[in-house]
């Protein structure tokens, strides 16, 4: 199995700049992805950026620009770097980690953007 815990959400004012933290312990194979969703009251949970462990990085189209994912595989950590976040951008964020066999989820940490 693999653990998820996330860790750097809170309130942040539109403009300002917030960094989340996953970190993964326990069964990591070498070749995974990690990623991370959002899910906004009354929508659906959607993907918003993921980097496989050889570091190919990719974003949804709203936050390209905006929010970069980055990974430190000693440390099985995985980071999102959120900068000019707008009101629409809050969420609970969901870290997520995927290898050629299981998928697991972190418990979320939730994102408020406002003034």
């Known amino acids: 199995q693999v653990q998820l815990v996330e860790s750097g959400g809170g309130l942040v004012q539109p403009g300002g700049s917030l960094r989340l933290s996953c970190a993964a312990s326990?069964?990591?194979?070498?070749?995974?992805?990690m990623g991370w969703y959002r899910q906004a009251p009354g929508r659906p949970r959607e993907w918003v950026a993921s980097?496989?462990?050889?570091?190919?990085?990719r974003y949804t189209h709203s936050v390209q620009g905006r929010f970069t994912i980055s990974r430190d595989n000693a440390k099985n950590t995985v980071y999102l770097q959120m900068n000019n976040p707008r009101p629409e951008d809050t969420a609970v964020y969901y870290c997520?980690?995927?290898?050629?066999?299981?998928?697991?989820w972190g418990q979320g940490t939730r994102i408020t953007v406002s003034s």
């Open positions: 326990g069964d990591i194979r070498s070749i995974n992805d």
């Open positions: 980097m496989q462990s050889g570091g190919s990085a």
């Open positions: 997520r980690y995927s290898d050629s066999v299981y998928e697991y």
